[in-house]
């Protein structure tokens, strides 16, 4: 049996390099696609492009523009002179801020009477406003500290909030991206293989030809699934390394348990590429079934879009999504350094929806073999 | 040329889809699945975040304070530390995002009026979350230190006196927030500068008002990768080509045939995508419909046009599907500003953006959705998306002809 096997395994190797357009496919395009995601995926906001209208164009007003720019949150890209000018600039999308100074801001602050700063958003993105806006606040709130005189202040009661933030001190969403864009890469690209290659072979015809040889179903789906699964554990060896190495990001925990965690993953990855490939009679629906299957999987996995946010129903749902587990596991253990101690209920989770994925796969695909 | 040969090849693409009733329903249901998990399952609205709170002060003045946490949307309160080891337990486990320890002398330090300093974890993991979490932190204690200012006793003695008007906090409004605390007598007679802000085009800071109208860029692009890319390459493969080869129908005709029934079935995803936003989800469409209709055909065509040209140039469907993921797909979903926006990437990626035709797509969706922009605000995109459609077309024309030869 297992010389059976491994002559099968051996074939498909063959069958899949025969074309060589497919290494670079195989062993090209995750990098690209890690370091496109790595870096376009962030929802950081620094940058954030404004213009400023300046009526009171006095020291005070400069000192307070001045702030803006040295936060790093802000560009100012233009200083404008009317209102027209601002509508414009907004409607255009050329600046996303827009920070205005009324006449008497300086004469307000001299006589210690309270005046206002007005900061108009882009509202369209609504994330990077809120962002941006709570950023506006924090510097004008610090600037307004740094007039008020030590006496008043020492009456006035005030509530510090000391925030530390872990795992990641600097809030900085690449370290917590990229170890989902490897958990999602790893995905497509096992899934797209497996669900379009077995298709393929019975769209050809050459389904039949196995058929006629003494391999028996159970070998013919470990012959099938072998060479994906060599593949995946590939990819993903592949996909660490130059994400480590490029965005340097340091692995926290084991990396044994990074490996057999990947096997686990790549039970259910797998059979749902199998199962794909049962109810596809041509590798175009087998194409569309990877895509209604993974365009969810990726929105409801907590990889851009935290789990608790979402309605109660769609989160019993997301306890179906294999990537939901490997998420917290593959963070686990890039970012926190997590043990078995802390994993073991995601990795029973995934087991269990492996072998059953699996299970059923194999059983679809025995019958249509009869 | 000749229109009945494009009527022709018409005729049998759409039989041929017709037959595969299975695909069909698929390129339907793919957008409709997509808006209602934008629409209703996601949203980058920052809500109920898991929080641990260590009192060790208990007073009625704390609780007070934590109320105001519990009482805000955006805070669900899911467990009490006893001591400090829980809150790390609690973060380590994920179990609670946030901790808020209130210290000791928290309500002796308010009814004397000195400083007080909570201390507050959040776990750092999605950087993004955490940023907006801290925001609301510091926006709810600002305004229950107010509150305290202005009338300690009372608000010492009976919680919830006076303040159903602002309960639950800044309601995503921080907006409403900085707005009450201009209004508000200034408390201390030192010169304040208070921030009044504005929030033009998506007032309410709806995240599903951008990211629907993106969303059909995104479907546009799925449909051209998913259906055109396989079209021609599905010909080669099954020897169905050297029939066509042998048939007096000339690339061109092909090409467009093939074009012309994969528009109507995109066309039809941006209408039913239109629809839904509008009626089942309320993003507001303050411009045009039809202009919208038209923009969205002209960037149909070029990326139906780049699905063709890849169909032709691989000849094989496994590779066709590789490629037009990450020639078309892909970029629409990540450096179009659908979602995470442009600035904020490095420079090098910036400058491949200018390259990829979704972004310029979903710039005129944005505006024409949330700014209502006509035209003339649109020319330049308009023009460059003409162009790369134009290019696209003519270079899948002259890549089949040579093939076919």
Known sequence: ?370 | MKLMRIKAIVKKESIQILRDPLSLAMAFLMPVMLLFIFGYAITMDVDNLSTVVYDRDKSSMSREFIAEFRESRYFTIVGYAEKQADIDRYIDSGTARVAISIPEDFSKSMKTGRNAEIQVAVDGSDSNTATIALGYISAISELYSQRIKKNPVASFNSPHSGREGEAGVPAKRVVALHEEGATQAPLIAAPIVTSRVRVWYNPELKSRNFIVPGLIAVIMAIIAALLTSLTIAREWERGTMEQLISTPVKPPELIIGKLFTYFVIGLIDVLMSTLIGIYLFDVPLKGSPLLLMMLSGLFLFGGLSLGILISVATKSQLIASQVSIIASYLPALLLSGFMFSISNMPAPLQIVTYIIPARYFVTMLKAIYLKGSALNLLVFETVLLSIFGFLVFMTANRKFKKRIE
């Open chain 1, 1 to 370: 049996m297992l010389e059976r096997i491994k002559r099968m395994v051996v074939k498909e190797f063959h069958q899949i390099f025969r074309d060589r357009r497919m290494r670079p496919i195989i062993f090209v395009t995750p990098i690209i696609q890690l370091i496109v995601f790595g870096y376009a995926v962030t929802t950081d906001v620094n940058n954030v492009s404004m213009a400023v209208y300046d009526l009171d164009k006095s020291y005070e007003s400069r000192a307070l523009i001045r702030r803006f720019e040295a936060s790093g949150y802000f560009r100012i890209l233009r200083y404008v002179n009317a209102p027209e000018e601002v509508r414009l600039l907004l409607d255009k999308g050329k600046v996303l801020a827009v920070l205005q100074t009324n006449h008497g801001f300086s004469a307000d602050i001299k006589k210690g009477k309270q005046t206002e700063v007005q900061v108009l958003f882009d509202g369209t993105d609504s994330n990077t406003a809120l962002v941006a806006m709570s950023y506006a606040n924090a510097i004008i709130t610090q600037y307004a500290r740094s007039l008020g005189s030590p006496k008043i202040n020492a009456t006035a009661i005030k509530l510090d909030v000391r925030a530390r933030a872990w795992y990641n001190p600097d809030l900085r969403s690449r370290n917590y991206n990229v170890p989902g864009v490897i958990a999602i890469m790893i995905m497509l690209i096992c899934l797209l293989l497996t669900s379009m290659a077995i298709v393929r072979e019975r769209e050809i015809g050459t389904m039949e030809q196995l058929m006629v040889t003494p391999l028996k179903p159970l070998e013919l789906i470990l012959g099938k699934t072998i060479p994906f699964a060599v593949i995946g554990f590939f990819d993903m060896f592949l996909v660490t390394i130059v994400g480590v190495s490029w965005f340097s990001i340091t692995i926290q925990g084991s990396l044994l348990l990074l490996v057999l965690c990947t096997g686990i993953y790549l039970l259910s990855v797998l059979g749902i590429g199998l199962f794909i490939s049962t109810v596809s009679r041509t590798q175009q629906q087998a194409l569309m079934g990877t895509f209604l299957f993974f365009a969810p999987a990726v929105l409801l996995s907590g990889l851009m879009f935290p789990i608790e946010n979402m309605p109660v129903a769609v989160q019993y749902g997301t306890y179906l999504n294999p990537l939901r587990y490997f998420l917290v596991i593959i963070r686990g253990i890039f970012l926190k350094g997590n043990g078995v101690n802390i994993l073991w209920p995601q990795m029973l989770a995934l087991f269990i929806l492996g072998t059953t994925v699996m299970t059923i796969s194999a059983l679809r695909f025995k019958k249509r073999l009869g």
